[in-house]
């Protein structure tokens, strides 16, 4: 295939995408519905919130949707699971990263 085939190919390509996707922007209302939602649920926080961010004194702080939606099992557990993640990936690095020198052990 030519050089010029392809790149008119990839344009008509991107052409379209953009094309659709200003028809969904647009179609949908644009930003400006989640611009109303945004500031709606910030304003909400700043009235709800309030303290300090980190308070030892009071445990673990988790925020507020999640305390009060009953979501701190879930929460936990995302914590739990990302913590091993990052645990495994450490030892895993620890123990077959790395080679010294710049050169491939021999196997």
Do not use: N
């Amino acid at each position: 295939m030519q050089r010029w085939k392809q790149y008119g190919g990839l344009l008509g390509l991107f052409a379209a995408f953009l094309a659709a996707g200003y028809w969904g922007f647009t179609s949908t209302g644009g930003a400006l519905p989640w611009a109303k939602r945004s500031a709606k649920a910030l304003q909400r926080g700043v009235q709800d919130g309030g303290g300090a961010l980190v308070d030892f004194g009071r445990g673990i702080v988790v925020a507020g949707p999640i305390r009060k939606g009953g979501l701190l099992l879930e929460f936990g557990g995302i914590v739990l699971l990302l913590a091993v993640i990052g645990i495994g990936l450490y030892v895993y690095v620890d123990r077959y990263g790395g080679f010294e020198d710049g050169e491939r052990p021999a196997r």
